[in-house]
Nanobody
């Protein structure tokens, strides 16, 4: 089992920044790929960004490229999502997720472990 705990959400004005953290514990050998997803009210959960623990390789959704940065701290088993130039449409609950394997999957059902989510609200 892998436990994931997110933190860092909150309320911010458009154009502002937030940094989300996801601390992983437990059988982290089963979490070679970490992803961030988000879900807005009435919408499906969507991929935001992903990273491979071993190499640091990343992948981003087109909607956040150039604004969001995913990174990891292997010593702390923690993944971060730095979000800059936030827009009202970025408002959602953000989830951290983990899966085994080599591919940074973009479908939510390919991830085995999930955090509880953290709310991000961007006001206009």
């Amino acid at each position: 089992q892998v436990q994931l705990v997110e933190s860092g959400g909150g309320l911010v004005q458009a154009g502002g920044s937030l940094r989300l953290s996801c601390a992983a514990s437990g059988r982290t050998s089963s979490s070679s790929i970490m992803g961030w997803f988000r879900q807005a009210p009435g919408k499906e959960r969507e991929f935001v960004a992903g990273i491979r623990w071993s190499t640091g390789s990343t992948n981003y959704a087109d909607s956040v490229k150039g604004r969001f940065t995913i990174s990891r701290d292997n010593a702390r088993n923690t993944v971060y999502l730095q979000m800059n130039s936030l827009k009202p449409e970025d408002t959602a609950v953000y989830y951290c997720a983990a899966r085994s394997g080599l591919r940074i999957a973009i479908l939510a059902n390919e991830y085995n472990y999930w955090g509880q989510g953290t709310q991000v609200t961007v006001s206009s």
